[in-house]
Structures are given as C-alpha cells and as structure tokens.
C-alpha cells in the first residue's frame, strides 16, 4: 500500500497550487479520501474529503470557497486544489485513505505561501 503526495512547493499570496496523491496496493475507489495539514507545534488539521464515488466532499469552515478536492478512480489518483492561498495555509499536507477497516496515510508534501 502506497499514498504519494506531490505537487507542493511554494507560492505567493494568492496563487495556486494543486496536489496530487496517487494511490497504489489498495481497491482506491472503496475508500474515502482525505487531506490534512500540520504546521510544525500543532495537531493534524483536517482539510477536505471526498467519498469513494466523488458524489460528495466536504470542507473545513477555513478552505471552503477556495480549495477544491476531487478523485479520478481510473488514475487512483486525488487531488487537492488550492487557490487564493494565504500565509496561514502554509503547512505540510498529507492525503489519507480510509475504508474497508484500514486507514494509510502518505508521506506529505510542503506548501509555503510566503511573498
């Protein structure tokens, strides 16, 4: 079982990113999938989700209107996009997978918003 993120770097206030967690060893579409971040002192935030079908997503109150998830289960691939981002959405940002009683989380990819 494998996540991989990519897609991170950084970026001036108000750009745009887009993240990537290609998933392998695990039945892709069966599993919500979920972005988190984490900034160095603090616990794990949750960011977005997104079922296995794509049919529904959610959002926290801090990204809604500006980030966008979404999944291509042919690809077994998630994505994150960010737009308008601020200074306050810099953090290393990891996908997770969960369904079928199990859970894997990726190794994370860093997103530095700075001017």
């Known amino acids: 079982v494998q996540l991989v993120e990519s897609g991170g770097g950084s970026v001036q206030p108000g750009g745009s990113l887009r993240l990537s967690c290609a998933a392998s060893?695990?039945?892709?579409?069966?599993?919500?999938m979920r972005w988190y971040r984490q900034v160095p002192g603090k616990e794990r935030e949750f960011v977005a989700l997104?079922?296995?079908?794509?049919?529904?997503?959610l959002y926290a109150d801090s990204v809604k209107g500006r980030f966008i998830i979404s999944r291509d289960n042919a690809k077994n691939t998630a994505y994150l996009q960010m737009n308008s981002l601020k200074f306050e959405d810099t953090a290393v940002y990891y996908c997770?997978?969960?369904?079928?009683?199990?859970?894997?989380w990726g190794q994370g990819t860093q997103v530095t918003v700075s001017s």
């Open positions: 997770n997978a969960d369904g079928l009683g199990s859970r894997y």
């Open positions: 060893g695990f039945i892709f579409s069966s599993y919500i």
């Open positions: 997104i079922s296995g079908t794509g049919g529904t997503t």
